[in-house]
């Protein structure tokens, strides 16, 4: 990883920097991309980034400070002058610097607005409006804008033109008294060989857009579909309003992603990443569920106290306890873990679910057979025979085989029917993962078992 | 979403199929982007799709196809007459063609290749030659090439001349002798004021580049980064061969998360989404783990094996036994994922091993001292107090409280390393992920759980 390589740079530079020698760090710096430049910088010193910062040409400036962390930011902000830090908002796209304003302290935005000009201003107070996480707040408002009158020469002229402030300018939008009429490429209008043509003779007018208050992972659902490089965003009146280009919609994702795999696993979702979160912020991230999970462990618990006496005869029982647990656990897991990946990708939906639940019990059926066969035969074979443990008759292993069977039956049922509930009803299904499976599975498992053991053993 | 209101569009058109009215279907298709359409045939009747694909104007139906599943893209090659594959083959870039070509049998591979005209067949033959997953096979050959001679003029006319069959114009690749001298975008082409500037002198000279070995999930992480529409792919000699675009990193994204996500929950991978997959490719993903963490659970059994005299005469440390293992796997299992997440994203590193251990172990505390203690009082007021179990004393809740203690610290420190270990050595960190960190942790808070009873209860 380049990320990695850097180090050694940062030390160069650091070194550089103390013999005061500006002009060769400007030149290392001026050879590289800005996501790299702030990777370097994150290396160093804090005392020593301001300087740093200030050896990089306007433009590249700017974009180094949109890849820096929030924290690296907020450092340099602080060390801004009210000029230097107009000169590097004047550079942003709104977008970034909506990013920026989101996630720093009330005193700093107060400056930043401040300092911004009015129209940038404007802008960010607009998009801060929209509810949060919705495509609103993550559009920009800087497109290019044609009128279905113009020629591709006037198009081609006005993009030459205006062009330098837009966020991308590779997707235009037609637009008359503010309403999106069409969309057209700079592909199309390069590749158009009449240059009289009319925009509104070649401009696609079946224009797939979203509105303000779109959910940005159904946005970025439909990059993933599409393959656009930017969507237009229109108001509740269907007036254009701003665009979202494809590198938010790959943030988004990963955004996304990582918040499922975190709920997946357990925890509460975090905005931030693991390098930058402290013991204290991981333990308020991974408690909740934790404590909830141990509390609800209390029923299984209670199912053994029931189960108290039976067990005290025939405490050869125990011991395939975790074995089981563990069995049903997984199987569900695998179950709620598939259904939640296919759910967050749009694979499957709510009237789906008879379908699901009768694949999952015939591949249940499948499993469970599997398994305990297998079982029988280990059991058999290495506890009884190889072991020599004499407790474990023929029938206590088939009353463990049987209750493997109807486990993993049980648990890949509640594994694909409960994040699809949870969907239904409005809520994240990735919160009906394994752990949360895990905890009910364990306690149906029990109840199966001591139940067959019951009936067979004791009956 | 779009896909699932299709099916009345598919209704309606296999309606106007039967009454033979043709040009309204192809009125109503013609209107939609080619994703819609392959969603809508996909629920149309098997044997009807051939007819509605041929109602496609020729860059549609290629579009259409690309956007089909391997199944029905099968499915219409073996209706298609030689020339009709050829129309539609003639329409793809080459990297889609080679993406049909991987998923297609070999007797339809064999007359695709003979049906597509020489210079593709090459360019085919020479991407499958790549290894799986690497930036050669997921690239397309091709793209705009500029000469840094060239002038502003020149180079956007070159693109208007032969835009056409590239894959995407936005980024050009400025080549001397096939060797890779620089980057260029048409945003800098039409911005820049002089048309008679050299390219040579406006081109990027340091250019990030992939070899054609690259894994394809460092070729995604590089976009993520950089936000770029395309990369250049160079060969072992530093010769440009080719290039990977945007849209072919986000799927290449969203499949390795998903294959990250069904090995965290103890699946092999499958390149079948859910909705074709049948209940025995289900087993066959999901039996291995299933039955190898079956079998490892004998260990569980035998620590339990070890303890039974101490567990018949204090049946009550068995009620507390499923809470022990589910808060241990739990544990376990948010360190594991935010570890792997983390790899996957390349936000930690091996070398940051001490560092990652020293924040889990510090977390762990926290954790361990929270439940402990919640844990401890929950065993006295309820299980004691309310539930008048005299046989759990204070001794007893002492013991599991110092149990879940130390197992929280164990599973935390496992669940954290075990994951880098095995990228270090190569492997898939993900593979240790939950199931198996379970497993493991299970047998290891036995053995604790076992041991601090005898210490403390009958020692």
């Given at each position: ?147 279905p009158a113009m020629t591709v ?21 037609v ?7 069409g969309?057209l490429?700079?592909?199309d209008?390069?590749?158009c060989?009449d240059?009289d043509t009319l925009i509104s003779d070649i401009m696609e007018t ?254």
């Amino acid at each position: 990883m380049a990320e990695r390589g850097n180090v050694s740079i940062a030390e160069t530079l650091t070194a550089l920097l103390d013999e005061k020698k500006y002009p060769t760090i400007r030149d290392i710096l001026i050879t590289m991309n800005p996501a790299d430049v702030a990777g370097i910088f994150e290396d160093i010193e804090d005392s020593r980034i301001p300087l740093m910062f200030r050896l990089l040409p306007k433009e590249q400036a700017a974009e180094t400070f949109v890849e820096m962390d929030p924290e690296f930011q907020e450092l340099l902000i602080k060390g801004f002058s009210d000029s230097e830090l107009k000169e590097v908002l004047d550079e942003l796209y709104v977008d970034d610097a909506v990013d920026i304003v989101e996630e720093m302290p009330a005193n700093v935005v107060r400056r930043i607005l401040a300092t911004a000009d009015p129209e940038m201003r404007r802008d960010i107070n607009g998009i801060l409006r929209y509810p949060e996480d919705s495509a609103g707040s993550i559009m920009t408002t800087e497109y290019v804008s044609l009128r279905p009158a113009m020629t591709v020469a006037e198009a081609i002229l006005r993009i030459r033109r205006t062009g330098i402030d837009k966020e991308t300018i590779y997707t235009c939008y037609v637009t008359k008294n503010r309403y999106l009429e069409g969309v057209l490429t700079v592909r199309d209008l390069l590749l158009c060989t009449d240059d009289d043509t009319l925009i509104s003779d070649i401009m696609e007018t079946n224009v797939i857009s979203v509105n303000t208050h779109t959910d940005q992972e159904e946005v970025a659902q439909m990059f993933k579909k599409y393959d656009f490089l930017a969507l237009p965003v229109v108001d509740m009146d269907g007036r254009m309003v701003g665009i979202v280009t494809f590198d938010d919609a790959m943030d988004v994702i990963e955004e996304e992603t990582t918040e499922d795999i975190e709920i997946m696993g357990g925890m509460s979702p975090s905005e931030k990443t693991y390098i930058h979160a402290n013991p204290f912020d991981l333990f308020k991230q991974r408690i909740p569920w934790l404590m909830l999970l141990m509390v609800s462990a209390t029923f299984t618990g209670l199912i053994i106290n029931n189960f108290e006496s039976a067990l005290a005869a025939q405490v050869v029982l125990t011991a395939f306890i975790p074995m089981l647990m563990d069995t049903g656990g997984n199987s569900g897991s695998q179950s709620s873990v598939t259904i939640i990946r296919a759910l967050s990708l749009g694979e499957v939906e709510f009237r789906d679910l008879p379908a699901i639940i009768w694949k999952e019990v015939r591949t249940a059926f499948l499993c469970g057979l599997a398994l305990s066969c297998v079982c029988f035969a280990k059991i058999m074979l290495i506890d009884r025979l190889l072991l020599g443990n004499t407790q474990v008759t023929w029938i206590v292993a088939l009353v463990v085989c049987m209750a493997i069977a109807v486990t993993v039956l049980v648990a890949k049922i509640i594994g694909c029917t409960l994040p699809m509930l949870a969907k239904k009803a409005g809520f994240d299904p990735a919160v009906m993962a394994s752990p949360f499976i895990t905890t009910i599975v364990d306690a149906l498992s029990l109840v199966v078992y001591f139940g067959i053991a019951k009936a067979l053993l004791f009956g």
